[in-house]
């Protein structure tokens, strides 16, 4: 096969439920190439060529530059075996990020928190979790710690009046640790070491087969369970008692062939976070089961499912955003990729219908969080249904 054939191929892999901005239509683009090198892959392993990405509403980039240059974006699920096939993908990068939503029955004083988040965040601190210290981390990146007002609107569930939000990862578990191997090759020597490579026509990937990727998926579920109880752990500390409502992973391993891109899977009538921008509230829903026959016709996914022999896959998706996602308003549309000297260079048309930009590094553009059109696409497309609004009261982001 020729280049084009193998991306054409990977296209026909994405099933894109976004709201169809420049931040999906990036996604879009630099997905194909993660998804060709994972079919191309395949092939050299004696494997069908199926791997599939299906986004969720929020379908948008990733600011970790390693990922985006490895063809992965953001805002859905990658799925490349049947839950079973001893093969890991490491370029895609798992690293349990995840969110605690917690009840209080009383508002706590801001200063108070700010008190507390100045003792919890100093290099002193001797705070451990699996005796594993851990670092205060919430005013780094896209981790935070919101407190909001509960507006029941179903008035079916029994809330406490306030909730916060913890969103954050195991971050002290991504290099070379006192466990071993960190979760991200570029990180870790040891993890880099055993790695297989091949170079593809997209690129090199780095995978693990074997032993050592069931080695790696045991390891990924210790530091998955390491980064809920650092949660809890920091939450007790910041709130004293309270409710859990949720804590779960939207960014990790759900089984050996599926990565959760930014994206919640849902399961047993589990109430869901979406979080939206500081400004915004944010959302506990129900997730529902998708992709019905319905959705599938509705989405104009059924001709290529069928003739792909996806439709399985399709009628199992099961995810649920859990954010907006970011959003460029500057851009408008991806004109073109142009490959350069094994770079990717992404020409986008601008909003003002005036010039183009060359982007490749997406982390260094000037961006915004999508609002609540990620919510309403959701509900539109039947993937949930709305239980409680959160009215955000403070952003710890220190």
């Known amino acids: 096969m020729e280049k084009e054939e193998y991306l054409g191929r990977a296209k026909e892999h994405l099933f894109m439920t976004g709201i169809n901005d420049s931040a999906t239509k990036l996604c879009s683009a630099n997905m194909a190439y993660g998804i060709a090198k994972i079919q191309f892959l395949q092939e050299k392993l004696g494997l069908n060529p199926d791997a599939t990405f299906i986004s969720t509403p929020d379908a948008t980039i990733t600011r970790n530059v390693e990922r985006w240059k490895n063809g992965f974006s953001y805002g859905g699920k990658i799925e490349w075996g049947d839950g079973a096939?001893?093969?890991?993908?490491?370029?895609?990068?798992?690293?349990?990020?995840?969110?605690?939503?917690?009840?209080?029955?009383?508002?706590?004083?801001?200063?108070?928190?700010?008190?507390?988040?100045?003792?919890?965040?100093?290099?002193?601190?001797?705070?451990?979790?699996?005796?594993?210290?851990?670092?205060?981390?919430?005013g780094k990146g896209n981790h935070f710690i919101d407190v909001f007002e509960v507006r029941n609107i179903t008035g079916v569930e029994d809330f406490p009046?306030?909730?916060?939000?913890?969103?954050?990862?195991?971050?002290?578990?991504?290099?070379?640790?006192?466990?071993?191997?960190?979760?991200?090759?570029?990180?870790?020597?040891?993890?880099?070491?055993?790695?297989?490579?091949?170079?593809?026509?997209?690129?090199?990937?780095?995978?693990?087969?074997?032993?050592?990727?069931?080695?790696?998926?045991?390891?990924?579920?210790?530091?998955?369970?390491?980064?809920?109880?650092?949660r809890i752990e920091f939450a007790k500390r910041l709130f004293g008692d309270f409710k859990t409502i949720f804590n779960e992973t939207h960014q990790g391993l759900a089984d050996i062939n599926t990565m959760l891109l930014g994206c919640h899977s849902i399961k047993n009538n589990q109430i869901l976070p979406i979080t939206l921008r500081g400004d915004l509230p944010a959302y506990l829903v129900h997730g529902k089961p998708s992709f019905s026959q319905e959705q599938i016709e509705n989405l104009g996914f059924a001709k290529r499912a069928k003739k792909l022999g996806l439709m399985k896959k399709l009628k199992n998706a099961n995810v649920v955003p859990h954010g907006g996602g970011y959003h460029f308003p500057d851009l408008l549309n991806v004109l073109s990729v142009v490959e350069n000297d094994g770079e990717r260079y992404f020409l986008m048309d601008l909003n003002n219908d005036r010039g183009k930009k060359a982007i490749k590094e997406v982390r260094e553009m000037p961006y915004d969080y999508r609002g609540r059109m990620v919510v309403l696409r959701t509900l539109e497309l039947g993937l949930a249904e709305v239980v409680t609004k959160l009215i955000p009261l403070y952003v710890l982001k220190i």
């Not at 917690?102 to 001797?126: Q, Y």
């Not at 990862?169 to 091949?198: F, H, P, T, V």
């Open 85 to 138: 096939l001893e093969l890991i993908i490491l370029d895609v990068l798992p690293n349990a990020c995840g969110m605690l939503v917690g009840g209080l029955e009383k508002l706590p004083e801001i200063e108070t928190l700010i008190n507390k988040v100045t003792k919890l965040s100093a290099k002193n601190s001797e705070i451990k979790v699996e005796g594993i210290k851990v670092i205060w981390d919430f």
């Open 161 to 230: 009046p306030y909730m916060f939000i913890v969103h954050g990862a195991g971050d002290e578990l991504r290099d070379d640790n006192q466990r071993g191997y960190g979760l991200y090759y570029y990180r870790s020597k040891k993890l880099e070491e055993i790695a297989e490579k091949i170079d593809t026509p997209f690129g090199k990937i780095r995978f693990l087969t074997g032993k050592n990727a069931t080695g790696y998926y045991q390891q990924y579920r210790f530091v998955e369970d390491f980064s809920k109880k650092r």
